[in-house]
Every structure is written in C-alpha cells, then in structure tokens.
C-alpha cells in the first residue's frame, strides 16, 4: 500500500511539475515575441487556470500587435496621402506662376524685337505643359524628365542669359 501511494505520488508530482516546466518554457517564448498556446489535458486545478489565462493572454497580446500593426500601416499609408495632397496643392500654385512668368517674358521679348528667343521660349513652354498634360501616371522615365529639365532650363537660359549656366551630364 505505502509503495502504491507512493508510485501516485510520484507520478502527480511529476505531472505537476511538468505543466509547471511547460508554462515557464511558453512564458519565456513571449520574451522572444512569440506568442505560443499551451494543449493542456491536466486537470483545472490552480495549474489548468494559470495555463487558461497564459492562452487568453498570449491570443490578446498576438491580436493586439497585428492591430497595431495594422493601425501604423493605416496611419503610414495617410501621411503619405497628405504629402501627395500637399505637393499637388504645391503644385497646382507653382504651375500658373511659372506660366505667368514665362508669358510675361515672351510678351517682353515681343515688344524688345528679341521674337527669336520669345519663338524658342514659346518652343520649350509647349514641350512642358504637353509633356505634363500627357501624363497618364505618376511615373515618367529617366528620358523624359530629362526632356522636361532640357525645356524648363532652356526658358530660364533666355530669361537670365549670362547669368545661368547649366548642363545636364546623363548616360545614354
């Protein structure tokens, strides 16, 4: 009898301790991010609760990181929707004051008798607003831009003559 209460004994200390193990090596997983659940098939003793409550935590604290993860991206993906209304707002100011500013210096070439530079500044005015009339996406090629810098700078070259001096060093 005293060897059988002995042997149950030990095999309820030993499934005990082993819950106990288990609970401590999940616990030290979250410590490492990890957010394990525990398959428990003990008894709901002290040991089943504290293992119950360890699962409903580690689910809560896995959701609660994916929400906020989903929140950050949310609020990543407004910043930059608020960048790109403030630089198409940017945008849409600079566009009619450069285009004030470059009829006004043709007007000027007109009435100085300078109709060559107005006809080549009219030239690189309409390559500009074609070339951003055209665009179908936000994307425009290396080729392309540099078209837009080519025409934009040659308006300033006639604008400020001596006083600009640029160059546009690109491989093929």
Do not use: W
Request: glycine share 4%; aromatic share 8%; net charge neutral.
């Amino acid at each position: 009898v005293f060897l059988l209460i002995t042997v149950i004994f030990l095999c309820s200390i030993r499934t005990f301790f082993s819950r106990i193990k288990l609970l401590t090596q999940k616990m030290g997983m979250i410590k490492k991010e990890s957010f394990p659940l525990i398959e428990d098939k003990g008894p709901m003793d002290e040991i089943g609760m504290m293992i119950s409550t360890f699962n409903d935590m580690s689910t809560r604290i896995d959701m609660l990181i994916n929400q906020n993860y989903i929140v950050n991206l949310k609020l990543k993906d407004l910043e930059i929707k608020n960048k790109e209304a403030q630089l198409y707002a940017m945008q849409s100011q600079i566009q009619p004051h450069f285009l004030f500013n470059v009829l006004e210096s043709i007007r000027m070439r007109v009435i100085s008798g300078k109709a060559g530079d107005a006809d080549q500044m009219l030239v690189n005015l309409s390559i500009l607003l074609r070339g951003s009339l055209n665009m179908k996406t936000d994307m425009v090629t290396l080729a392309e831009e540099l078209d837009f810098v080519e025409s934009y700078v040659g308006i300033q070259k006639l604008r400020f003559r001596d006083r600009l001096h640029f160059y546009i060093e690109a491989p093929d």
